[in-house]
T-cell receptor, first 111, second 117 residues
């Protein structure tokens, strides 16, 4: 069946460092791909999305490109801030009703 | 912006109690979902609903039921709460699949942290 695999955390970075969180997927057909962010004590918020191959989703300085050839959707940011500390979830939307989530990656940014 | 509102942020209930978790969305979305989130286990789908009075079991429906009498409201019911149901519960809604065949994102509420003692 369809699945999403994320790199395990926590990922600890200094402020202004470059961020990459890896996400790969297994799916038939042409799924949509999403990144969600969860700040402490809150629900999940949609960060960005891509609906077809080679699409680049971007928001708040974060980017991810839908790579069908490598079945990947890695999240990147050029310069992280302390306020980016959160848990990040990669998710896949296929032809069913639900989204399939990765296990989440905790990011900790130190001043 | 889509707003998904969960009625309680924190709940403490006793073992054996019947517990209702309420969720309301204001965007006329057809699809609504209940997930639970536990450390190390990620998000697991309990139930979802694709229309009023329609429901489908998710990955972990045991010990839960749901009700969707109106389009905007989706309730999760713990028939007899147990300590292993202590968790963060997240409600979400979605437009579903657009006419172009694109999966719409889920919009989440802030969650209800339930403790069963």
């Amino acid at each position: 069946g369809n699945s999403v695999t994320q790199m395990e955390g926590p990922v600890t970075l200094s402020e202004e460092a470059f961020l990459t969180i890896n996400c790969t997927y297994t799916a038939t057909g042409y799924p949509s791909l999403f990144w969600y962010v969860q700040y402490p004590g809150e629900g999940l918020q949609l960060l960005l999305k891509a609906t077809k191959a080679d699409d680049k989703g971007s928001n708040k300085g974060f980017e991810a490109t839908y790579r069908k050839e490598t079945t990947s959707f890695h999240l990147e940011k050029g310069s992280v801030q302390v306020s980016d500390s959160a848990v990040y979830f990669c998710a896949l939307g296929d032809s069913s009703y639900k989204l399939i989530f990765g296990s989440g990656t905790r990011l900790l940014v130190r001043p | 912006d889509v707003k998904v509102t969960q009625s309680s942020r924190y709940l403490v209930k006793r073992t054996g109690e019947k517990v209702f978790l309420e969720c309301v969305q204001d965007m006329d979305h057809e699809n609504m979902f209940w997930y639970r989130q536990d450390p190390g286990l990620g998000l697991r789908l309990i139930y979802f609903s694709y229309d009023v009075k329609m429901k489908e079991k998710g990955d972990i429906p045991e010990g839960y039921s749901v009700s969707r009498e109106k389009k905007e409201r989706f309730s999760l019911i713990l028939e007899s709460a147990s300590t292993n149901q202590t968790s963060m519960y997240l409600c979400a809604s979605s437009l579903g699949v657009t006419r172009q065949g694109i999966r719409s994102p889920l919009h989440f509420g802030n969650g209800t942290r339930l403790t069963v003692t």
